[in-house]
């Protein structure tokens, strides 16, 4: 019996960059988190503590801060394949890698009515995703990108039913056909391909996701999942599969009858823990083989 | 030499609670975090373990809970007023108390160009809060409401300096005449009376400190929040005053030139710890005593 | 009418250090969070955006981690005290100075039933705090040190009842004479002086803390918290009053009678939120002035 | 072109119970939360919103708390798979189960020297955790058990070294032979088969990754993660495979030069982001196949 090295990576995480474009009074401004990562065959560093084939993840954090200004942030998915593809330029031993990031985003400050040259707020409703995986170079270089949006509150106070569903002896849960349906929404979409363009697809896609979750009337929260990705793979072509993690932020109607209060679905108990929690993937018949796309990517089956 | 007991107060904190408006088709809902308390001579449940003067939490939690429909949500400074009123009128004992609220906030989702009926998404831009001390009942009622704004992330690009500081033998900063400048703002203000639209005033000025640290061109951050609570008390006559709690989000230009590349105020490493922490009260001259206005409430000089 | 500055304060929070004593092979490490403010006549800054006076936050890490070296870390109450009278004696528009430490607890790492030497894990069981303030120099000076506990995660599992409390048509809790009495102890007490043996007087209260909890039979958390803080103040003259901030922390006993299943006080849901908060204080009756001594603490009445 | 389901999976997550054992009045607890979950053929669900092949999240919250009684907590790998085969037993389109548990430790509070019978403290010192995932019925069922640790903070002062690192034009970090390594491990080893001594077990896993941890003089973190998970695989022939996930925290040796201080490694900034963030397998040569051991468990690669 012999012991030996298994998948390994390694990075930097969270490199928290802000990139001011001033090339006029009215700045632009980009808000990003990257994490980058390497993998391959890195037994020297681990068995013998040999550094030789490491680029170390200070490095790596220098090149990400390097590459805001030498590159430039057009999108996250563009500045994401352009670090992988340099560390797999770089490091000779590595065969692939991992470049995530997160886009906060940002508004212009209303000032009398029109939005301030540089000042800005900070806005919620969903945080930007992009994961990128690039394996091999050259010839044998194979792209994967992964993009979505996590912490996306949303919350319907009708249109959602919850019923007919399977009974033991441990069911204590009533049946309703009216109650609310919300979830802080983690959804990742693959695309074939990278010759998209990544802003405008973003939008559209982010756009398409809440249209249908108000839409759909819920018979369950897998069902306005899926009736969402459905509608993205429908209108998007290059999409291949959407992913989706959601919890089910449980809202209980308070029970009012003992202080003699009626409560016809008005005031509801925010609940924390537990939670349930709904994964789903709607994919294409014909999608390409997904290779490392999901690579590491946690929290999705 | 005895021992006593001190001050004390006691009650439900965190009751998150959705109160949905479904008498139309067009739905509207408010999603509050209510934190109760009272406080007076408890002395018997401290000293002897007699509860016979303690409203148990769990009351206060069921009785948030009924007023939501009850009494209804016009604005989380009324809700809690109504709930402190109620509170030391059914507590003997209880001399004052405090009710804590943050409101999140909800937009509806856009269809087709237009607000859906019924669904919604989670917004961010700083979370709404008031807190509210009720001391006393009938002729001898004081009510004092402290409104505000947390979590507000506002940055700007340029139009900021620091300069001309006072230096010893441990000082390394260099001084400049362009940094960005950023917060997460933290800010309450005290209203004079309780005859206030409050949904009214709170808009009004949420947007007037945006345009204010938008348009000030800043020496440092204490002054660019001197001059945003100026404008509020100037314009909302019936704000006593205003207190800031401001860290300073620090944001380090970052050195490229040992790669050969020029940073001309473009690249930024957002920091996250240590951070500078900025706290600053601007009132009138002529304001009211405080009383309890600001009792115990965190983080606030 | 006019408008002016009222309390303000400004320093560097979270100053992260981890301090190595290394004279012997055998090392020994100190792992504090440091926070520095200071306060006074800073108008100039403000209005006039005029930074003369004000010794940068940047200047004040700077110091913490020179001290640590310069002064050493004998205990988080001296290294306080050292700060905030060189903050005093640098800033001359100054008239307070305000330092709060977090200590993490480590303990060496056990091989072959020995500790360590170089080696360490890191422990829970509560964080060990201190808030010193400091008012003038020279005859003027006044200084005040507030030591304490926070995330001090206790249960009882049974030892503790409530009942006999006060109802109102609002009220459902049934009452009990056998329950889960858990909460998360926040906890400070002030010394009168600071001629203390810092080190062993914590680790000393500490213990008579927990002790108490366990050994007191509980009718209330408030009689629990009062009894705990009497004994510290019994068996330490140097305390002058000692509060408690302490959640509640809920065990509902399950039903699962529904399942034909008897629980007699077996299974327990531990809920996160709304939850019970208590805050109290034991003080001596004839404490000294507390003065500024509990000057911008959170989270105490 | 026809668009379908792909893998998904459905539950309750996060289920937080106290079991309190109490036949004698030396009470014991075990405090577990609980996540459970179902994968299989749920089409019907997601594309019609039939729900009758879905055992409700609620139920499987009631069946944690119910077994938690009925079959007792003997441990947490025993509970879980416990609870795997029943949620597959009752759900009959389900192909498999994960059950995932984090348990917080605790311990008696001393009194006299004695621990206390049935007050509580909760200690640090990493969170126990396991992930059971079965696929199956009957003569088709497999097993598959992932035990681990989250959040065991560990730091060795000295005998760490970096250096001989690859370089390129992007390299800035200096080489030393002497500084802190620390880290906040993950790691979760996976079992051959299931017939083991769970506690036990996991009780000699741990002090054996910490002792490894203290002795080894590291080159990097790699090579330290390396030697912990030989000897585990060297000591425990019924691990199969363990895996890390180690977050480099670095802490930042700091220039005290500019006051005129020398620091011969003996103050350190420790920073929080970005982080090295290093992730490891080390296996047996001859080692079963993982199947679906691995199933969901975020963040390894």
New interface residues.
């Given amino acids: 019996?012999?012991?030996?090295?298994?998948?390994?990576?390694?990075?930097?995480?969270?490199?928290?960059?802000?990139?001011?474009?001033?090339d006029t009074a009215r700045?632009e401004?980009r808000?990003l988190t990257v994490?980058t990562?390497l993998?391959g065959n890195?037994s020297a560093?681990?068995?013998?503590?040999?550094?030789?084939?490491?680029?170390?993840?200070?490095?790596q954090?220098?090149?990400v801060?390097?590459f805001?200004?030498?590159k430039g942030i057009d999108s996250p998915e563009q500045f994401a394949l352009e670090l992988a593809d340099h560390f797999l330029a770089?490091?000779p031993v590595a065969d692939g890698a991992r470049v995530e990031v997160e886009e906060a985003a940002?508004k212009r400050?209303?000032?009398?009515g029109e939005g301030?040259d540089?000042?800005?707020?900070?806005?919620?409703?969903?945080t930007r995703t992009t994961v990128v995986n690039v394996d091999g170079r050259g010839s044998e270089r194979t792209a994967h990108v992964v993009s979505g949006l996590k912490d996306?509150?949303?919350?319907?106070?009708?249109?959602s039913e919850?019923?007919?569903?399977?009974?033991?002896?441990?069911?204590?849960?009533q049946e309703t056909d009216d109650r609310?349906l919300a979830t802080s929404l983690i959804t990742r979409w693959r695309y074939e391909g990278t010759d998209v363009d990544w802003n405008k697809s973003f939008d559209a896609i982010k756009?398409l996701l809440?249209?249908r979750?108000?839409?759909i009337h819920?018979?369950?929260l897998?069902?306005s999942?899926?009736g969402m990705?459905?509608a993205v793979?429908?209108q998007f072509q290059d999409v291949a599969?959407i992913?989706f993690s959601a919890?089910?932020k449980h809202?209980f109607l308070?029970d009012?009858s003992?202080?003699?209060?009626?409560?016809p679905?008005?005031?509801?108990?925010?609940?924390?823990?537990?939670?349930?929690?709904?994964?789903?993937?709607?994919?294409?018949?014909?999608a390409s083989d997904a290779g490392n796309a999901w690579?590491?990517i946690?929290?999705?089956?």
Same sequence: chains 1, 2, 3, 4.
């Avoid at 400050?109 to 009398?112: E, G, L, N, R, S």
């Avoid at 996306?152 to 249109?159: A, D, P, Q, R, Y």
Wanted: a negative charge.
């Fill in positions: 019996m012999a012991i030996k090295l298994g998948p390994n990576e390694y990075g930097k995480a969270q490199v928290h960059l802000v990139r001011v474009y001033r700045h401004i808000d994490s990562s993998r890195f560093a681990h068995i013998e503590g040999d550094q030789g084939d490491v680029l170390p993840t200070d490095t954090k220098n090149t801060f390097s805001a200004k030498e770089t490091s940002w400050i209303d000032v009398d301030h540089h000042a800005f707020v900070q806005t919620g409703g969903g996306l509150v949303v919350l319907k106070s009708t249109g919850f019923h007919g569903f399977l009974k033991d002896r441990y069911t204590t849960l609310i756009a809440l249209q979750f108000a839409e819920s018979k369950a897998q069902q999942l899926y990705g459905e793979l429908e599969e992913k919890p089910n809202h308070v009012l003992p202080f003699g209060v009626d409560n679905n008005e005031v509801f108990y925010a609940a924390d823990r537990p939670y349930g929690l709904i994964e789903a993937t709607v994919l294409r018949d014909d690579h590491a946690p929290g999705f089956c």
